[in-house]
């Protein structure tokens, strides 16, 4: 093997061996993708712009945003759990982007029990981010973001409702002119948490604390080839302390004739692939449909939808 071959293949492996499932972590519905065109490209989009989503992956990338645009997803999962997403993008001329958008995850149909095993009730949970973004160009290939996210946590009991609420933040750099690959560099989750108080159901046993999200640091870059576009990134994820991890995700997708694409992808340990269709509605090219189906092992897989338009 030539030497200049050896350490990307190296950081590959490496990425995948130490990459680890981190959904028992709190803030996992943020880590899990949103959009159909990006969880079939393994949701490596630190540097790509999603359409009408671009600010979940990079806040950076909605000053590079030339209309304005809107998204929703849906997402069928194992296991009665749910998620929703939807958004809004816009440029603000002459050099910046703003968006808002909201992401809503949960599980229902949960069996709820008395402590001596009686069923009292069928409950649901419900984790909800409502996200708001500004970028800025500061050369036309140049841009920084920053998304300000408002954090909801609802968790069932038989009697009462517990709650957990709070505030987190994503920056991110983006470089992106011309025929280059783009390169960005993003911060998810930086402060994100929920601060619970427990003293309204647990009485003298309950406390007020807060539930720290770990913080990923991601490097990701695009390349074009033929009818072939690639996505890539790495991550590293923190406990604000020390280090739990590291990801590598990886996608590619496939143009035909300009308006038909198929995608396939590996990423948050999942594998995936997708299609998505491109056509007119009420201007030339303005739509956007897009499906993935997504391998999660062991619950099962998952179908995503999502409906992009821009105007």
Not at 228 to 233: A, K
Not at 296 to 311: D, K, L, N, R, V
């Amino acid at each position: 093997m030539k030497p200049v071959l050896k350490y990307p293949i190296f950081f590959l492996i490496a990425g995948m061996l130490h990459s680890a499932d981190f959904a028992g972590y709190s803030g996992s519905f943020l880590r899990m993708g949103t959009t159909a065109r990006a969880i079939a490209m393994g949701s490596a989009f630190t540097a790509e712009l999603d359409k009408g989503f671009s600010s979940y992956y990079n806040p950076a990338g909605t000053a590079f945003v030339e209309s304005r645009q809107a998204n929703f997803a849906h997402q069928s999962l194992p296991l009665n759990r749910r998620m929703l997403a939807a958004a809004f993008t816009m440029n603000l001329p002459p050099t910046a982007g703003v968006g808002i958008a909201w992401i809503s995850a949960g599980a229902d149909n949960i069996d709820g029990r008395t402590t001596s095993g009686k069923h009292t009730q069928y409950l649901s949970t419900s984790e909800d981010a409502l996200m708001f973004t500004f970028s800025q160009k500061l050369r036309s290939w140049f841009a920084m973001g920053i998304n300000v996210k408002i954090l909801y946590h609802q968790l069932p009991m038989n009697s009462d409702n517990l709650t957990g609420s709070g505030i987190g933040f994503d920056l991110g750099i983006m470089i992106r002119g011309g025929n280059m690959p783009t390169l960005a560099f993003m911060v998810q989750d930086l402060n994100s948490s929920y601060n619970w108080n427990t003293t309204s159901i647990f009485e003298e046993q309950g406390k007020s604390y807060k539930e720290l999200f770990p913080t990923i640091y991601r490097v990701g870059s695009t390349y074009t080839l033929g009818n072939f576009f690639f996505v890539g990134d790495l991550g590293m994820i923190t406990d604000q302390n020390s280090v739990l991890g590291y990801s590598i995700r990886l996608g590619t997708e496939y143009t035909y004739k300009d308006h038909y694409f198929l995608r396939v992808g590996y990423g948050n340990s999942r594998a995936s692939v997708g299609a998505g269709l491109n056509w007119s509605f009420a201007q030339k090219n303005d739509a956007y449909l897009d499906y993935a189906f997504v391998i999660e092992y062991p619950a099962g897989s998952a179908h995503i939808f999502t409906y992009a338009f821009h105007f």
